[in-house]
């Protein structure tokens, strides 16, 4: 039996020997940081333009991860891809020749990537926090201040997790352009529209995104955003579970689907 | 001992919705020789092979190595090596990488990785990502993955393809080697004078069943028959129909070529030019021939093979200006004189086997009377290919091992 530290050990092989692991990461990195950054300077030069409610809400950790958005595509694309390459390039099937055990298999991946994503996240997330409380000025806020940290350590297991469920949807779906496909306007169009249409709302506050994200406001209702009936752990809980139901219905595909 | 490094199928079949790939396959590959298996494309080779790798799960049966369901095989790579697919390779990964994740699979040093790397010859490109690699560059490298873990079983998919006359005659003795050390190898293919060349017993599928499991030399023996052919002057019909009566009250079978030769088989040579002296007739030749094991083949999966070509009807093309005459080897089979007549390209055939070949019960004289069935320009090539071996086998003093 192929051990798991033997399959932890070859998985990190594999992804640190494709280029698409560095781009993909230092885009999700960069993008963030840098869309982050230029939003708190635009706040911070335009505050006195926001209205009264956005003032009174006014979230300066919240504004340094606007970024976000944009770059958890790039961690979409991670994660789809560290699964996906497996299908198109046809090594999933030399991969599990070598490793018959398919829960190993998967889940060893799945750490690995998953491990990385999450390392990547954290420096991120705390390098976006500080250089947007530079950006802004006399409205930034401090680290030390409360529930600051659980938002910034947040924002990097929210980075985290979006690519693990990435990876799960690529395993169900086999396929990178499939999951690509379905991911990228899920999270970038209809996620973000639905959460805007007043009948949707209701359901799309539930989406992992939009529960997920939560964790990263510091000030409830941040930015006068519609009040949510769950708090900021409650909402990285539901979006913990989307994850666990796409690995899940990965390690099934993978399980009963001949490869 | 050798028991557990056998595979055995046991009524193996495999269905994809209402397409039977592979149907109630039983078999035994044993080890210390080079099992082939032969058959059609899309006879369910892979899908045999797959299912001994336990990547897709049998309809029914099962496919056990070392009486060991290959899911539940305790550390997998170190006891089975296979090649499915050259290009299954991240084509982002150089060579070496691609080798090392696998070998730290199985626990297998990277200095192993290094030597498999020299013994299939790539250690120039190891380094260069593998999406440049040519189809036989990809080859080397499946066979290096199969060879890493150094396993006492190998599964080999079509090993020889794209690779060139060095490289065959390399995965060739490869495999030959590698059975002379006890490893059970099995090695599919759809070209006879490779298995010919390479296999010790054969398994031959159609259509996803079993048509033959028997050693090559009973193969031989049961398939390959001798023949004679005579041809008299061609503007002498009445003394052709002569001496085909002649020849077959002497108890030989006699079948007309398309060339107008006859093909004369239980007589031995003299035995025919004798009859013809006395029936007074003239020959131009009398030669003997052997029907190549590829028409042996032919002839067995004849009933079996899925995708036929047909001649190219071209209906609704303009004819080719003047100076773009037909391109040799894409016009239809008419116009290409420089085809061997040996071969004759409709009504093709095989002779009856001597002894009764329960495989070959179906068509004798072959049903399809379209002009150019698949077969004919097979056998041609078969034989040459055959031949150059020996003396690039001392220019090729490196050792595989």
Redesign the interface.
Known sequence: ???VP??L???W??IR????TTWTLVAAFVVTVAMGAALSALLNAQFDDLSDAERATFDPTYVGFSGMILGQLAMVVFGVLVVG??YS??????S??????RGSFLFSKIAVAGALALLVGLATSFVTFFLSQALLGDHSTDIGADNVLRAVFGGGVYMGLIAVFSMGVATMLRSSMLSLGILMPFFFLVSQILSAVPGAKSVARYFPDQAGSKIMQVVPDAMNSDPAPYGPWSGLGIMALWVVAALIGGYLVLKER?? | MGLWRMIEAVGLTKRYGAKTAVYNLSFQVRPGAVTGFLGPNGSGKSTTMRMMLGLDRPTAGHVTIGGHAFRSLPNAPRQVGALLDAKAVHGGRSARNHLLCLAQLAGIPAARVDEVLGVVGLQDVAKKRSNGFSLGMGQRLGIAAALLGDPQVLLFDEPVNGLDPEGILWVRNLMKQLASEGRTVFVSSHLMSEMALTADHLIVIGRGQLLSDMSIKDFISANSADFARVRIPADRPEQREKLTASLTEAGGGVMPEPDGALRVTGLPLPRISDLAHASDVRLWELSPHQASLEEAYMRMTQGAVDYRSTADAKAGLQPPPPGYGPHPGYGDPAQQPRLPAEVPQQGWYAPPPPGQNPYAAAPVAPAPAAPAPVPPAAPAPAAPAAVPADPTARQTSEDPR
């Open positions: 039996m192929a051990s033997a399959v050990n070859s998985e092989t594999k020997t494709v280029s698409s390459t497996e390039s046809g090594m999933i099937r030399t599990l020749a070598a490793v018959p055990q001949d490869a």
